[in-house]
Structure formats: C-alpha cells, structure tokens
C-alpha cells in the first residue's frame, strides 16, 4: 500500500495520535467483564484474576449471599462490582451479612446496572445479628450506592475492621442509597472502641435512612476529612435501645462537617456528639418531632490524648417539640461551644449548660415559628421535597438526581 505524501509535522501528528490510539485499545483490551451467575456465593479475585478495572457483573435473580474478597483495582481503576439484566435480590435469616467485602481496595459496589431499577442491589434480611453489607477484613477506598437495604438483623452497612489500630481505611464514599428498617445502626462506620481503624476521606451524602433500630448514623475514628450531607435521617432509635436510641452520633475521635441533612425524630437526642476533635453543623434541619431530649447532647472528650476543641453550631433550622430538655445541652467543662444564626422553635431555653465555663460564644440565634419540610410521597419511599419546599430552595435535603424506590413489593 502506498501512503499519501504528508509533511514532517502532520506525520508526527499522526504518529501521536496512533500512539494515543494504541494506548487506548490497550487499556481497554485488558478490562474484563467477569460474569457472577446466580450460582455464585463467593467472587474470589485472586482466582479469576481480577485486574484493575475490570468488571464483575451480578446476575439479576434471587440470591442468598454474596462474598466479595481479594480484589484489588486502582485509583484510576477501580474493580466495578454492578447487577447485570435486571435487580440483584438477596435475603437470608441464617447469614452474618447479604454482601461481604473483605481484604479488598479500590472497590465500586454500584447499583446502576439497570434502567429500570433506581437500586440495582435490593438487600431484604439476615440473621439477627446479620448487616446487610459489612465491609472488613481491611478492605479500604470503597464507593457504595445505588442499594436498597431493609429489614436487617443489625445494622444496613456495618464499615470497619475491628482491633486494626494503626491501620487506615481510606476514600470511603456511601452516597445514593435507600436504607430502613434495620434492627441496629443504618449506618456503622468505625469501631466504636478507641484507638482503632483510622478512617481518612470519608463521606457521606444524598442517602435517605428511615426508622433505624439504633442511631441513623454512628461514626468513630475519622479525624481527617469527614463530610455528611445532604442526607435524610429520620425516626431513629426504634428498639429503645439506651444510648443507642439517637439520631447521629459522633465520637470524640472524628473531625466532621454536617450540613445540609434534614434530620428528624428519635427516642431520644436527635444528635449526640463528644468533644476532642472539631465538629461544624451548619444549613441543616432539625427536628426532635416526639424524642426525649435535646437536639444536641454535647460533651467533653473522655480521651486525654485528644485535645478539647470547637463545636460550631450555625445557620440550622431547628423545631425542638416542647419537652423537659433545652436544646442543646452542653454538659463539658473544657470544649468551646459557638452556636450562631440558628432559627429555632422551641417552648424551652435555647442553652442549657453544666460546669461549662466561659467557652461559648451565643450570638443571633432567633426564636420563630420553623416550618416542617414538605416530602413528595413518604408512602412509597420519595422523600424528595416538593417543589416549591422552603428548605429545598435554601439545598437542603437530597440532590435532585436521587430516585426512590417505588411501591414496596412483598419479599418471598
């Protein structure tokens, strides 16, 4: 064959680009799809060797568990674990978990597999100490969305590894999923004993957790980079267990920024946090609608390793119901509170400290009438606000692309 005559630039042109080209085919040629059959309970990654990138697509149907272990993907690539021809249904009464991640890095659990399933995993029930999905065995820089879990023995994703200290779990992302109905925390992430497991870029955002047996969100262990947002916690606290009956819980060894999260009901405080670490709530709602006590139940830090800091409370809209608490309850003697242009309703005081002594600084926070926020359609799971919702034009609440699930259907 005879090549048409070009000039020296253009040929070093075409020379790059066929370059580029042959780098592309290159990666592509060597991501692999892995089919998982239905038949399959345990997706080994060293066995099928599993590279970065690759995908293992689930096959839609009925399953009773699915252990996931020694996968290894990258940064860039990561292994890509997504139902294939429909949902990925998966219920037991005699297994710890319905998914199990362990010894794995560099995971994407997703699922988007099908356009006719908002959630592509649907996790229906375990045994009644069982999580739906439980992430350990060191596994670490995980993202996890797009799965509905309900009716779990313990908790709908229990994340750590416990007695790791002095280990890391990185790049953890939860986002886009649907839990409820669980008998333990919605979400666990950290071992709550300290030291332990070091968690490091951790975020939380546009998931809806209804009636949690125990807290909607407990996290321990996170010092570094730590977002919640634009969540919906709501009814937690359901098995009136004590000091499991609240809301959020963040223990004195996390660093985090909770904003724009609509926050509603539990047994008893709506949101618990210990001093050490810093800790900023700003542009949320908050609603204690029936608990027991307050909406923030601060404390000292019981660690004398970590140094007493700041919580910052502003810019929240809070309804605290009428009952004996104020609310926020400060009761520390060493960490510095600064509670600033939150609108709130309440019957009680706004500040009710003990042994606190000169660390708080309490400025514009009004007391108004604060409207509850408006849900599309709570029967069938749309906890989307209306359109014309007040906390919605403020970006409060779920970002626009999460969908429910639809009308529940009965689990066989």
């Not at 149907?61 to 249904?89: H, K, Y």
């Not at 994407?108 to 649907?122: E, I, P, Q, R, V």
């Not at 100490?129 to 596994?139: H, Q, R, V």
Request: charge should be negative; hydrophobic fraction near 40%.
């Amino acid at each position: 064959m005879t090549l048409p005559l070009c000039s020296p630039r253009s040929l070093r042109r075409f020379v790059a680009l066929l370059g580029t080209a042959t780098l592309f085919v290159s990666a592509a040629a060597h991501a692999r799809d892995h089919i998982i059959a239905l038949d399959v309970a345990t997706v080994d990654g060293k066995a099928l060797e599993v590279a970065p990138g690759d995908r293992l697509l689930i096959a839609a149907g009925p399953r009773r568990m699915l252990r996931l272990e020694n996968l290894t993907g990258s940064a860039d690539a990561p292994v890509i674990i997504i139902n294939d021809g429909g949902q990925v249904v998966i219920h037991n009464d005699d297994q710890f978990a319905d998914i199990l991640i362990s010894h794995s890095r560099h995971l994407h659990l997703t699922g988007t597999g099908s356009a006719d399933h908002a959630y592509g995993f649907h996790l229906t029930g375990t045994n009644p100490d069982g999580s739906g999905i439980i992430a350990a065995g060191l596994s670490s820089d995980l993202e996890i969305d797009h799965i509905h879990i309900q009716d779990t023995g313990f908790a709908g994703m229990l994340v750590k590894t416990d007695g790791a200290v002095n280990t890391f779990m990185d790049h953890i992302n939860i986002h886009h999923n649907f839990i409820h109905d669980t008998g333990g925390e919605g979400l666990y992430i950290g071992e709550t004993k300290y030291p332990g497991q070091v968690f490091r870029h951790l975020k939380v955002w546009n998931n809806v957790i209804v009636n949690a047996g125990w807290e909607s969100l407990q996290i321990s262990n996170a010092p570094e980079d730590v977002r919640v947002h634009h969540n919906v916690f709501l009814n937690s606290g359901r098995e009136e267990v004590l000091w499991q009956d609240n809301n959020l819980q963040f223990t004195s060894s996390v660093r985090a920024e909770v904003d724009h999260n609509l926050v509603i009901g539990s047994i008893s405080n709506l949101v618990i946090a210990s001093g050490g670490l810093p800790k900023h709530f700003h542009d949320n709602y908050l609603a204690t609608d029936g608990s027991t006590g307050p909406v923030f139940y601060l404390d000292d830090s019981r660690f004398p390793d970590l140094p007493e800091t700041t919580f910052i409370i502003e810019n929240n809209f809070i309804h605290a119901t009428p009952t004996m608490q104020a609310v926020v309850q400060a009761n520390g003697s060493r960490s510095r509170l600064q509670l600033r242009r939150n609108i709130w309703q309440g019957a009680r005081r706004f500040l009710k400290t003990h042994r606190w002594v000169d660390t708080y600084e309490v400025v514009q926070n009004t007391n108004v009438p604060v409207a509850p926020p408006r849900f599309r359609d709570p029967a069938v799971g749309d906890y989307r606000l209306v359109a014309d919702d007040v906390y919605l034009a403020r970006g409060i609440g779920l970002l626009p692309d999460w969908q429910p699930p639809g009308r529940p259907q009965a689990i066989e």
